[in-house]
């Protein structure tokens, strides 16, 4: 990245610092308001329809782009930049910032997004940011590890069970010296922590709240070790609103996670908040933990058409049916629950109820209390499920 150097100031005198080599490519119309920046970035007018023209853009260090959603050209030149250069930093410019559409490009591959027309404040700070993350992190080649949203279709549907269990499993498939991480997003009714009988000092707060601090050594501070091979970024110890968290700041936690650990697995809140939708956007899968019960099939009914209907493909969700009694005579049986969802069912968890509270009580997975059970048969199963999953997704 370039050094940064002090290139213009603004009309109240505050100095901006950009790093050199920022490309800006939109329709001259865009570039208009950019004459605060001449000389320290270059412009390229380029119309939404136009071919992109690699070879100015060969030595650029961030590139700013203009991007039409409704314009397949716009988004297929945004495909050509991460696939061209797969480690520079893309910024998008969006004449309507929406949610779905953020999503979808970050999705691509985009570091943020600016609002179209441009405002000099706005832009330089999306630089600068970009900048300093990207010497901050500079791992950009390290291959991160999976990455999987726990969802639950109502309280008590065993969401987190299931993503602690599992990650531990996973962790024992991938081999010797594989960990992973379970990080704790239910921010008012987290149990992540007391189910593996762990106390930390430190939570999810430290982490999102001091985004200057925010690095490897920082999230090694605040995870504690939960099981053999899981650990643990637990929920903040004081109930908190659920909408308190910045996506930018957890997106950073998330990812320097998976560059340490080899699964990590966050455990979401009921409820969607935008913060917590963004990260299932994100994430390579999701699981929605549900019970055969017709309100917890309605709830899991109404998340996959949400989710769906914000441009998540169907099979980045997986469908857990936890609690399932393995008997002959039951109400709901798994296949109505599929034909009620319209969706598969990824695997069925059987009901082990008080093995799992006698686990729990003392802070421990079933394996430590009973190495052979139907539980943990069923887990392993999810766990070879999941991995496959993921691996036809790469």
């Known amino acids: ?9 603004n009309a109240v005198g505050q100095a901006f610092d950009v790093p050199g080599g ?6 001259s119309t865009q570039l208009e308001t950019l004459e605060g920046l001449a000389g320290h970035v270059t412009a390229i007018a380029c119309g939404i329809e136009d071919p992109l023209p690699i070879a100015e853009l060969a030595n650029a260090s961030i590139i700013v782009i203009e991007v039409d959603p409704a314009s397949r050209n716009s988004l297929e030149r945004v495909d050509l930049l ?12 969006l004449a309507k910032v929406d949610i779905a559409t953020s999503r979808q490009l970050l999705r691509r591959g985009v570091s943020d997004i600016v609002a179209l027309p441009f405002t000099l404040d706005e832009l330089v700070t999306a630089i600068v940011d ?53 990080i704790d997003l239910d921010l ?38 939960g099981h053999d091979l899981v650990d643990v970024i637990a929920a903040p110890s004081d ?21 340490n650990y080899d699964v990590v697995i966050v455990d979401l809140p009921a409820s969607f908040t935008n913060w917590s939708l963004s990260t299932v956007f994100a994430a390579d899968l999701s699981l929605i933990v549900g019970t055969l019960t017709i309100p917890s099939l309605r709830h899991a009914k109404r998340q996959l058409d949400f989710l769906v209907s914000m441009g998540i493909a169907k099979d980045a969700i997986g469908v857990v049916l936890n609690q399932v009694e393995k008997s002959l005579f039951k109400s709901i049986s798994a296949h109505d629950a599929a034909k009620a969802l319209k969706h598969p069912i990824m695997a069925c968890i059987c009901q082990e109820q008080a093995l799992l509270r006698a686990a729990q009580d003392q802070g421990q997975l079933v394996y430590a209390l009973q190495k052979r059970n139907k539980f943990s048969k069923d887990i392993m199963l999810l766990s070879e499920l999941v991995a496959a999953r993921i691996a036809e997704a790469d």
């Open 130 to 182: 970009t900048a300093q993350q990207e010497l901050k992190d500079n791992k950009a080649n390290v291959r991160l590890a999976p990455f999987i949203a726990m969802i639950k279709s109502i309280g008590g549907a065993g969401s987190t069970t299931i993503a602690t269990h599992l990650a531990a499993q996973m962790a024992h498939d991938l081999g010797a010296g594989h960990r992973a991480c379970v």
């Open 1 to 9: 990245m370039g050094k940064m150097n002090d290139i213009s100031e």
């Open 82 to 93: 991460r696939s061209q250069w797969p480690h520079l930093p893309v910024i998008a410019g």
């Open 239 to 259: 109930i908190v609103p659920i909408e308190s968290i910045d996506f930018d700041q957890l997106i950073r936690v998330i990812t320097i996670a998976r560059r």
């Open 188 to 225: 008012q009714s987290g149990d992540v922590a007391s189910y593996l009988g762990c106390s930390p000092k430190l939570t999810l707060a430290d982490l999102v709240e001091t985004p200057e601090r925010l690095d490897d050594e920082l999230v090694r501070s605040v995870t504690a070790t």
């Open 22 to 27: 920022v490309h800006i490519v939109a329709q």
